[in-house]
């Protein structure tokens, strides 16, 4: 039962909860296509986003709306009682007293567990600084799992930038929880880190190597991240490091059949377009289960499921 | 023990911390809240040799006996104190001191961005993850934090 929980990071969330949530989350797909209901009518869910974000945002209000409920909100944080100086604290205390549920993005880390302890009703991280983004965890997961049918066991590489993504972190966490074999694949400097692989040691072995095409034939799942330019001191480098882990139809010929991609996006030129036309391209749907997952996680801290 | 050892005067009543790693002295006060306006003696004794393992600092406070919570709090940053009760001028208790399991309002997070270092009405709050060694970890911004870390943060 989820009834009444916040969901700050993934860990807040069993195993068990979040097989749950997977399984809401399917009955939620047909709704999310259109066949709005009224679930949740006469809720009122508050998102409150200090930083910019449309998928996230997006998906949250339109899992609401599609629900039956209704959603408050602030255009701009730089117009709310924040700016005057007023604590976070005490911003979550008012709002939390208008709705019913409360989704926040904040750059402070650790703000939505800070949020969680002022509200009374259920408080979900849409993103903390570098901090935790569970809900994006969740909607990776369920489409591995939606796709796939199960996470256990499966070879799931990440690809990119494996340092500086925190999300990539806790989605590699979760995968070490579910079993699943994972190959890190990043260039030299943007390894994940040791903190991180350290935990990870403790559940599952991991693969790492620096050269896609050794391994790409092994995967079930390839999740690709950006990686960003500035992170090179030499633009040369960048180049040669981001043409050698573009995913293109050439590199796809080693890939097994049913190989599935992902990608948080928005992509730059990590996957070039011609992908999105073969059945391995599971990045527009992965961002479409944002609205079915999210739905699933509103109706269930409601309550109502 | 060897009278010609104790630099300071014997106290009759009180407690002994011991084996506080050199230069520690100090931070061990700040964590026990003795400051300005304490009320009763206490004597510092901070790089004296040790007969065990090279120097230590001491720290002896007159009529004050320590709760569990304050022993433990010790352990964050002087993992191999020795408390020891004093009860006219003999060693009655001997304690090792054992970290906490959690800590609230004694180490500040390193982590800037965390919102415990916001102007937020919350004390930053940690759960010990790991004894030896030491290794807290922030109930906000899940930053880690080692010995030397926790150290440079206490409150
Ligand atoms: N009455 C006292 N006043 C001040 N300091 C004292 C008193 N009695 C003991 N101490 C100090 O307290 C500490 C512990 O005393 P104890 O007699 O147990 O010494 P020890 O056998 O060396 O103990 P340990 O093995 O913990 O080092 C020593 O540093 C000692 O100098
Ligand atoms: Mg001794
Ligand atoms: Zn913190």
Same mark, same amino acid.
């Not at chain 1, 633009?235 to 180049?239: A, K, Q, V």
């Given at each position: 039962m989820l009834k009444g929980k916040d969901i700050t990071t993934i860990r807040d969330l069993s195993k068990k909860e979040i097989f749950e949530?997977? =399984?809401?989350?399917? =009955?939620?797909?047909?709704?999310?296509? #259109?066949?709005?209901?009224?679930?949740?009518? #006469?809720?009122?869910?508050?998102?409150?986003?200090? =930083?910019p974000s449309t998928r996230t945002r997006f998906s949250f209000e339109t899992a609401m709306h599609r629900l039956g409920g209704d959603v408050i909100s602030f255009a701009d944080p730089k117009t709310t009682s924040i700016s005057k100086g007023e604590t976070l604290a005490d911003t979550i205390r008012i709002v939390d007293s208008y709705s019913d549920v409360i989704v926040i993005r904040h750059s402070y880390e650790g703000a939505a567990k800070l949020a969680s302890k002022f509200a009374?009703?259920?408080v979900i991280n849409a993103g903390d600084g570098a901090g935790q983004h569970p809900t994006q965890t969740l909607l990776d997961l369920f489409t591995i799992w939606s796709n796939l049918g199960k996470i256990e066991n499966l070879n799931i590489g990440l690809l990119g930038d494996l340092k500086y993504g925190r999300t990539v972190h806790s989605l590699a966490l979760a995968l070490a929880d579910f079993g699943a074999n994972l190959y890190m694949i990043s260039p030299k400097g943007l390894e994940m880190p040791e903190h991180i692989t350290r935990e990870i040691n403790e559940k599952i072995k991991i693969k790492k190597s620096e050269n896609l095409l050794s391994v790409i034939g092994d995967l079930d799942v390839l999740y690709v991240t950006r990686i960003q330019k500035e992170r090179f001191p030499d633009?040369? =480098?960048?180049?040669k490091i981001a043409g050698s882990y573009r995913i293109d139809l050439s590199i796809l010929e080693k890939a097994k059949k049913d190989l599935i991609i992902l990608h948080p996006l928005p992509r730059i030129d990590e996957i070039s377009p011609e992908v999105d036309y073969t059945p391995h391209a599971k990045y527009f749907e992965q961002a479409f289960n944002g609205v079915p997952v999210r739905m699933a996680i509103l109706s269930m801290v409601m309550g109502v499921r | 023990?060897? %009278?010609?050892?104790?630099?300071? %005067?014997k106290i009759r009543n009180g407690t002994v911390i011991d084996h506080i790693p050199s230069g520690m002295a100090l931070k061990v006060l700040k964590i026990l809240n003795i400051d300005e306006n304490i009320k009763t003696t206490v004597s510092i004794g901070i790089h004296v040799m040790s007969k065990k393992s090279g120097f230590k600092d001491i720290v002896k406070i007159e009529d004050r006996y320590l709760a569990s919570k304050e022993i433990a709090k010790i352990a964050l940053i002087a993992p191999n104190a020795t408390v020891n009760k004093i009860k006219d001028y003999e060693v009655v208790e001997k304690y090792n001191v054992v970290p906490p399991s959690e800590i609230a309002g004694i180490v500040k997070c390193s982590? $800037?961005?965390?919102?415990?270092?916001?102007? %937020? $009405?919350?004390? $930053?709050?940690?759960?010990v993850i790991s004894t030896d060694p030491i290794r807290i970890k922030c109930k906000y911004c899940e930053r880690e934090m080692e010995r030397e870390d926790i150290i440079q943060h206490i409150i």
């Open positions: 949530i997977f =399984e809401v989350a399917k =009955e939620m797909v047909p709704i999310a296509k #259109g066949k709005s209901i009224d679930l949740l009518r #006469g809720k009122i869910l508050a998102t409150l986003f200090f =930083e009374d009703h259920p633009i040369n =480098e960048y180049l | 023990m060897q %009278e010609k050892e104790l630099k300071i %005067e982590n $800037p961005a965390c919102v415990t270092n916001a102007n %937020e $009405p919350v004390v $930053p709050e940690f759960y």
